[in-house]
């Protein structure tokens, strides 16, 4: 128990240095294991453990997601998703707050992530909030809790892991997760509504987009349709094939 702690507390002090996470949790658990077992036992440890999760799923499927999702981002994705929403919520009481939540369901779709779901929306949705006047309890608010669509909306990287570790399907935990994920963003949406009943000040409606406006923003969305059917699909198709892949791939470095 001493050890554990004294190790959290090295990675701590560590990441307050700025040291990336990876290497200081890398570097820690090296010592660690070097001090308790010895430091050729922890070599050998060291290679292997490499060696192996350099080919295990979860550790490969979770920083693609994320890349996946950073080039939506960078692709303009989200203030496209942001822009569709509003042009249909935003003129009513809390439509901004309203995109917010249904951009933050969309995003979260592409990316699985909740973190980066968060990060963008902040930057896309936060000053467009803030322009117009909204409350910053309610703009903070509704970022912080659209943000966790992301681990329930699949594809989600928590579902991932989840199912690589309990054996389920991952296909059928994406297909679970759809109904919960869009509930908890219509419930978002009904919260944000009584918030704004209650205090008009707090979400002050926007201007009424023209329809032709409104068509030329779904349009604008239409290629976050491809990794949103395309991504669970494939994990659907790719379950059950991953240790042949594997053999595959380690035949082929061999």
């Not at 050890?3 to 990336?20: C, D, H, K, N, T």
């Not at 660690?32 to 490969?60: D, K």
């Not at 309203?98 to 779901?117: D, K, N, P, Q, W």
Request: with cysteine; aromatic share 10%; net charge positive.
């Amino acid at each position: 128990m001493t050890e554990s702690l004294i190790g959290f507390g090295a990675i701590f002090v560590l990441a307050l240095l700025r040291i990336p996470l990876a290497f200081a949790m890398g570097a820690v658990g090296f010592v660690g294991l070097g001090v308790m077992r010895g430091w050729p036992a922890t070599a050998a440890s060291a290679s292997q453990v490499i060696y192996e999760t350099g080919f295990a799923y979860t550790l490969s499927v979770v920083p693609l997601f994320i890349l996946m999702g950073n080039f939506v981002a960078r692709a303009g994705l989200a203030q496209a998703l942001f822009r569709a929403a509003y042009a249909f919520i935003g003129h009513v009481r809390g439509g901004l707050a309203h995109a917010t939540v249904l951009a933050c369901a969309g995003f979260g779709a592409i990316c699985g992530s909740s973190i980066a779901t968060a990060a963008t929306m902040s930057k896309v949705a936060y000053p467009a909030m803030r322009k117009l006047g909204y409350a910053d309890y309610l703009s903070a608010g509704v970022i912080a809790a659209g943000g966790t669509l992301g681990i329930m909306i699949p594809p989600s990287t928590i579902l991932v892991i989840y199912g690589i570790v309990t054996e389920t399907h991952i296909g059928k935990l994406f297909a679970a997760g759809v109904i919960p994920g869009l509930l908890c963003a219509l419930m978002m949406m009904g919260a944000v509504a009584w918030i704004t009943w209650r205090d008009p000040k707090a979400g002050p409606a926007g201007e009424r987009t023209p329809w032709p406006e409104r068509f030329r923003a779904v349009r604008d969305i239409g290629g976050v349709a491809l990794p949103v059917v395309v991504v669970p699909g494939g994990g659907h198709f790719f379950h059950g094939r991953l240790p042949l892949l594997k053999d595959l791939v380690v035949r082929h470095l061999r």
